[in-house]
């Protein structure tokens, strides 16, 4: 079965202090893994997909890297509007490329 | 471009209830998801349409909960009879075919069961 695991499960960070999110996956086959935001009361938002060790998308201050096991999420430099919950998922490589999601990393970014 | 809609956005039922949910997908998505997310937990896939038929509910409790996809748009998730455990936001998502790696999540349904 498909696992997905996130730490820390909640980050406070100062603006500006940059710092990183994990994303640890064990998955029969990989077709990609995703990044998602979800703001309180909201549904996720899509972010990035990866699909290959060694690969990497950057989008304003979010970063995200692949390797086998595990994918980072770097936040440069954060402000208070990048204050949400962070989920990452993976679709295993089947017909159906059924998704799994971690729990998230709630990131709280004080001015 | 509309996003994903859903009704009602909230909804209080004692157990033992029935209730439905409603979505309607971007014009054009292929490819409907429900997903349950439980307080503090990430989403998790209850069902995938493709167009009218069903792609993977292996996570659906069949005994109490039913999806169906009228005409390959709008589709309609119910569960009856409900227990406590349901309280949930049920989230509805849609991707075009062929790239269900980018998601596009309607803003939910807030269950409760009391």
Redesign the interface.
């Known amino acids: 079965e498909d696992q997905v695991t996130q730490s820390p499960e909640a980050l406070r960070l100062q603006e500006g202090e940059s710092s990183s999110l994990n994303c640890s996956y064990t998955v029969s086959g990989l077709r990609g893994l995703f990044w998602y935001r979800q703001d309180p009361g909201k549904g996720p938002e899509f972010l990035f997909t990866l699909y290959s060790a060694g690969e990497e998308k950057e989008k304003e201050r979010l970063k995200a890297t692949l390797t086998k096991k595990e994918s980072f999420l770097h936040i440069t430099a954060p402000k208070p509007e990048d204050s949400a919950t962070y989920l990452c998922a993976v679709q295993e490589n089947t017909n159906a490329g059924k998704s799994t999601f971690g729990d998230g990393t709630t990131l709280t970014v004080k001015p | 471009e509309a996003g994903?809609a859903q009704s009602p956005r909230y909804k209080i039922i004692e157990k033992r209830q029935s209730v439905a949910f409603w979505c309607n997908p971007i014009s054009g998505h292929a490819t409907l998801y429900w997903y349950q997310q439980i307080l503090?937990?990430?989403?998790?896939?209850l069902i995938?349409f493709q167009n009218n038929g069903v792609?993977?509910d292996?996570q659906l409790p069949k005994d109490r909960f039913s999806a169906e996809r009228l005409k390959g748009v709008d589709s309609t998730l119910k569960i009856q009879p409900a227990k406590l455990e349901d309280s949930a936001v049920y989230?509805c998502?849609s991707s075009r075919a062929g790239m269900?790696?980018?998601?596009?999540?309607?803003?939910?349904t807030r269950l409760t069961v009391t």
């Open positions: 994903v503090g937990q990430g989403p998790k896939l995938q792609v993977d292996s989230l998502a269900s790696y980018e998601q596009y999540f309607g803003p939910g």
